[in-house]
């Protein structure tokens, strides 16, 4: 079984206990309280800058805690914003619940969206790998992007979950070379907020500097589904064909305590 989850034997609220960093007080997600934002006039004239090639090989893996897409990525570019250095692009993935109205690991003034796209970042500027970045407190840069459920299906989207039936059971993983326009993965506003935070899994390393966009995408209610068919268990654990299934796989969010939210966009 897994040494870390998001049932009630191995969920979020035992994750202090093999890893002392989910217990810190830089951890993520947060409620993002909107009154408590600061618009930050050094934000204003950096915008978030990103460039991703249009056609790229992935892999989608099926980590035990969702689906992944590793996007080896040279030619990628995330800068600007609260950024002070240019990151690379090192992965993708979503968290969702196991109804609509949960799934989100930031809320805003408490409301929860049916799930969130985190597109991981690792500041290759400054360090020789994503390892040594994952151990800095400026290392990494996530971008959130919030989802709710559309009538339409999201069609860039799509590409992904149409591999997800390849990758069912943890561990199994699907190549693919598809032209991905990461540009449609993000929604058409810059309005950010930003706040230095943590991986939202173990081992939680306080290595983050999140950027969560206000607007969000849209998923339809077929393709949240099919997130949900995803197990956490291996082909090889015989169980029963409803077990297992990963119909969430959220953090609560963690006090923001004395940390600076900042917010900045029209
Ligand atoms: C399992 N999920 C994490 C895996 N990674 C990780 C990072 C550093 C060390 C490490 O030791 C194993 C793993 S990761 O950087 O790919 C990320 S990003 C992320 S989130 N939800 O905050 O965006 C969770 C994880
Ligand atoms: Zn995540």
New binding site residues.
């Given amino acids: 079984s897994l040494d870390w989850g998001y049932t009630d034997d191995n969920g979020p609220s035992t994750w202090a206990e093999k890893y002392p960093l989910a217990a810190g007080a830089r951890q993520?997600?947060v409620d993002i309280d909107t009154s408590k934002a600061t618009s930050d006039n050094s934000l204003v004239d950096r915008e978030i800058d990103w460039s991703y090639p249009s056609n790229c090989s992935y892999r989608i893996v099926n980590?035990g805690?969702g689906w992944?897409v590793d996007t080896y990525g040279d030619d990628t570019a995330l800068s600007g914003g609260p950024l002070s250095e240019v990151y690379k692009l090192?992965?993708f993935?979503c968290?969702w619940g196991a109804t609509n109205d949960e799934g989100s690991?930031h809320t805003v003034d408490g409301k929860s969206y049916a799930a969130e796209l985190?597109l991981?970042h690792?500041n290759s500027e400054k360090y020789s790998s994503?390892?040594e970045a994952?151990?800095q407190p400026d290392g990494?840069a996530?971008l959130?992007v919030f989802m709710e459920i559309g009538n339409a299906d999201n069609a860039e989207l799509e590409k992904i979950i149409s591999l997800i039936p390849k990758i069912i059971h943890k561990g199994q993983d699907s190549q693919a070379s598809f032209d991905l326009d990461f540009g449609s993965l993000l929604p058409e506003s810059k309005h950010y907020w930003t706040y230095l935070?943590?991986?939202?899994?173990?081992?939680c390393?306080e290595?983050?500097i999140w950027t969560v966009f206000k607007e969000p995408i849209t998923i339809s209610e077929r393709q949240l589904e099919v997130f949900r068919s995803l197990k956490s268990v291996g082909e090889e654990d015989a169980i029963e064909p409803e077990e297992g299934k990963l119909v969430k796989n959220y953090?609560p969010p963690l006090p923001l305590g004395n940390r600076v939210l900042r917010e900045c966009g029209p």
Avoid at 197 to 203: R, V, W
């Fill in positions: 993520s997600p980590t805690y992944r090192e992965q993935h968290h690991e985190h991981v690792w994503f390892k994952a151990s990494l996530v959130g935070g943590s991986l939202t899994t173990p081992p390393n290595c983050v953090r």
